[in-house]
T-cell receptor, first 110, second 112 residues
């Protein structure tokens, strides 16, 4: 079964607005990772947050992790048309394997 | 630095044919993996390897075979292609456990 389920499945916003995507999981994790996938391309790693961290920033990205609720969120501030992509969370649970969710498709309208 | 390179980018096969999808990485990563991505299904792990000579099955291994003779290369073989194997295939590599994965740009495979 897939863990790391993203919500919403699709999101459409205007350029300049903030975009928030959520990820829930079912079992314990060592870390949670977020990836971006542009149309027709492979996934690109964005940010990794460890289970003992609550918040992490990278440029316009902010990731939070709430292990008590088994959830994470990715916030993209001041969105741009170039942010249009699918975003995936992936759970790391101490093995070499990551378990990916089904993704959130973000559309940023210029 | 090329990262992860997959070939071919596109392929059309007939049912029953076999083929090998190539994957090479130049980052000296020990861990490599193959995923398939289908609409609405996210990424599902097919096979993975934690080093040369070591491979293991993922979530959806049936119909696929892998080997890892070198650190750099991790080919995926379709033994007898079936329409259900129509998908986009991604190869990825990483430094180790729970580490960020580096993906290739995928092979788009259609089985007729």
């Amino acid at each position: 079964s897939q863990q790391g389920e993203e919500d919403p499945q699709a999101l459409s916003i205007q350029e300049g607005e903030n975009a928030t995507m959520n990820c829930s999981y079912k079992t314990s994790i060592n870390n949670l990772q977020w990836y971006r996938q542009n149309s027709g391309r492979g996934l690109v790693h964005l940010i990794l947050i460890r289970s003992n961290e609550r918040e992490k920033h990278s440029g316009r990205l902010r990731v939070t992790l709430d292990t008590s609720k088994k959830s994470s969120s990715l916030l993209i501030t001041a969105s741009r048309a170039a942010d249009t992509a699918s975003y995936f969370c992936a759970k790391g649970a101490g093995s070499y394997q990551l378990t990916f969710g089904k993704g959130t498709k973000l559309s940023v309208i210029p | 630095n090329a990262g992860v390179t997959q070939t071919p980018k596109f392929q059309v096969l007939k049912t029953g044919q076999s083929m090998t999808l190539q994957c090479a990485q130049d980052m000296n990563h020990e861990y490599m993996s193959w995923y398939r991505q289908d609409p609405g299904m996210g990424l599902r792990l097919i096979h993975y390897s934690v080093g040369a000579g070591i491979t293991d099955q993922g979530e959806v291994p049936n119909g696929y075979n892998v080997s890892r003779s070198t650190t750099e290369d991790f080919p995926l073989r379709l033994l007898s292609a079936a329409p259900s194997q129509t998908s986009v295939y991604f190869c990825a590599s990483s430094r180790g456990r729970d580490q960020p994965q580096h993906f290739g740009d995928g092979t788009r495979l259609s089985i007729l």
